[in-house]
RNA sequence: GCGCCAUUAGCUCAGAUGGUAGAGCAACUGACUCUUAAUCAGUAAGUCCGGGGUUCGAGUCCCCGAUGGCGUACCA
């Protein structure tokens, strides 16, 4: 690799060829950064700051990426960026000898070092490390973003997310939220007894959701092959099992269309509670919500995007019937048939088909006139059953699934419900979606015969909710795309059609 | 899928009306032993996203394409 470096240094700029030929400087002295294989640390800048008084005076020991120099002579500052913070570091010549102290000038920002040193402050009074020995642990090759600006080009941020976490420290913040909102959850369910557990991600039929799934394909079998769209069917399978309490925090994947909060594959958490129903889960819903806020941000009122959003229990609950009515007056409890119901769609100016019925167009004048209202933590109760194929229907009105979804800043967080534990009804839904399958839906349910065979088993009255983590993490950590709070969001590669 | 916008040095950005590209940071050389967006002096650095076209002349105008952002459509 080394001996590699010098083979096209006429095609590469000038600030390459430099950090490569101070490379193999190093190299031929026998100092090879990439031969360095372990470094002892004995403390975090953001240990030493936030823990100043213990630390004064004291020897430490640092590793971490060098994020500027200020040179001046015979001493220099750098700032030295680890896991959690960035310190100073003061060199003098006269602490860490002339050889060293020359080749410390040689380094460049972006170096990985190890330094041990005293801690003490300047006289600006900032907290730094006063070195006595300097280790070089890994070269950069590579010049960093400007220290101001840091890396702004989203294009650039997204594709080479580790140069974004180098220099833009808010986004490490941002995934360091991610991962205690995830472990806050857990917490939460292992808590209250639910067991995490884990189900395919191949389904020979992918169900649960109606979306698009991706193909692939399994060579041993010679058999396509589905990434699962939903991990509900599965965890219901568990329930019938006697698993009374499970959850699954997954990452599913949608063959569909990418927007600033839809990505490929996103990540969900499925829960479901034998013996409960979507009221339970409703509370459930809340409480998750609102430990995790409480625990992550410490607080339950949040801003997003500049809107002030209070997740102070109990939330707004309204019927999607109720909700049509008070934002478009229409009254769909008084609209009886499918035809009245089209008519009511075409007076609010509602694109509708003639295979729209009642609950179909109740959704529709839900969704374009009502959901953009609903800022504030709202449970909307009670969909049709038309848009809800595994939701159990309301005995007082079999045209309604006990069923709900959570919407906060307008967007859809969770989706739950009192699942549907008859088999034959659900074999009846299973059909229905296959037909619209069969007249060109492609985000219509597939038969899933095992499925309903689990059901016939008996599962006991069950409530279930999923939500979407991502979409959660937005709002926690005030993020305006669904790109901001994945590492690696979906990509099209750069260059395309070069090689065929 | 459609529409609008963006793409200029490693990074952040300027480049009216078409006249052959500029700053700051980073880099390099030098000065400087408490600086912190260090300072000062000097040097070097470009496939102006790609491909066509108009023109005496294109970073700039036109067409096609690539990637991204936003909006819209789609997404129970």
């Known amino acids: ?50 823990n100043y008084d213990n630390f004064e005076g004291k020897a430490v020991s640092l590793a971490g990426r060098i994020m ?37 000038k040689k380094i460049d ?14 006289n600006k009074g900032e907290i730094s490390v006063k070195v006595n020995a300097f280790t070089l642990l890994s070269k950069s090759l590579q010049p960093l973003p400007e220290k101001f600006h840091g890396l702004k080009d989203q294009d650039l941020r997204y594709r080479q997310r580790y140069v974004d976490l180098i220099v833009n420290p808010e986004v490490k913040n941002t995934f360091i939220t991610r991962s205690k909102i995830v472990s806050s959850m857990r917490h939460f369910f292992d808590s209250q007894g639910y067991l995490e557990v884990e189900t395919p991600v191949l389904n020979n039929i992918p169900g649960g959701a109606a979306a698009r799934p991706f193909v692939t394909h399994h060579n041993t079998l010679d058999m396509n092959m589905y990434l699962r769209i939903a991990t509900e069917l599965h965890l219901k399978r568990l329930i019938v099992g006697g698993m009374e309490k499970v959850y699954e925090i997954g990452r599913i994947f949608r063959n569909e269309g990418m927007s600033p909060r839809h990505n490929p594959e996103f990540t969900t958490v499925e829960v479901y509670g034998a013996y409960t129903d979507y009221n339970d889960m409703m509370t459930l819903t809340e409480n998750l919500v609102c430990h995790v806020a409480k625990e992550v941000l410490e607080t339950l009122e949040i801003t997003y995007q500049g809107e002030e959003i209070n997740l102070t229990p109990p ?34 100016n509602i694109a509708i088909e003639n295979t729209d019925t009642w609950g179909t167009i109740l959704n529709k004048l839900f969704e374009e006139k009502v959901e953009q209202h609903l800022v504030s933590p709202t449970f909307i109760i009670d969909y049709p059953v038309e848009v809800s194929p595994l939701a159990k229907k309301m ?13 906060i800043t307008r967007r859809e967080i969770a989706n739950a419900f009192s699942e549907l534990n008859d088999p034959i009804d659900q074999r009846e839904r299973f059909e229905e979606q296959v037909r619209q399958r069969a007249a060109g839906n492609e985000e219509a349910n597939m ?35 669904i790109r901001d709070v994945l590492l690696f969001p979906t990509m099209k590669p750069k260059k395309i059609g070069e090689q065929s």
């Open 447 to 481: 038969m899933d015969d095992d499925f309903v065979l689990a059901l016939e088993y008996g599962m006991p009255p069950t409530g279930g909710m999923g939500m979407g983590i991502d979409r959660l993490v937005m709002l926690l950590t005030d993020s305006p795309s």
């Open 68 to 104: 500027s120099k200020r040179g001046m002579g015979k001493a220099s500052f750098c700032d030295l960026s680890d896991r959690d913070g960035k310190i100073q570091l003061y060199i003098r010549k006269d602490e860490v000898g002339e050889d060293s102290y020359e080749k410390i």
């Open 109 to 122: 920002i972006g170096d990985i070092a190890g330094v041990t040193g005293e801690v003490f402050t300047t």
């Open 315 to 348: 939330w707004n609950r309204m019927t999607m019937v109720d909700a049509v009515k008070n934002y478009t007056g229409i009254d769909f409890s008084a609209i009886q048939t499918d035809e009245q119901a089209r008519n009511a769609a075409k007076d609010a």
């Open 1 to 50: 690799m080394i001996e590699n470096s010098n083979e096209n240094l006429q095609d590469i700029n000038e600030i390459l060829q430099v950090r490569r030929k101070k490379l193999s400087e190093l190299v031929s002295n026998g100092e090879n950064p990439y031969a360095v294989t372990k470094y002892e640390v004995d403390a975090s800048a953001k240990q030493i700051i936030e």
């Open 395 to 407: 005995q007082s009105n079999p045209r309604l699934t006990e069923r709900f979804e959570l919407f």
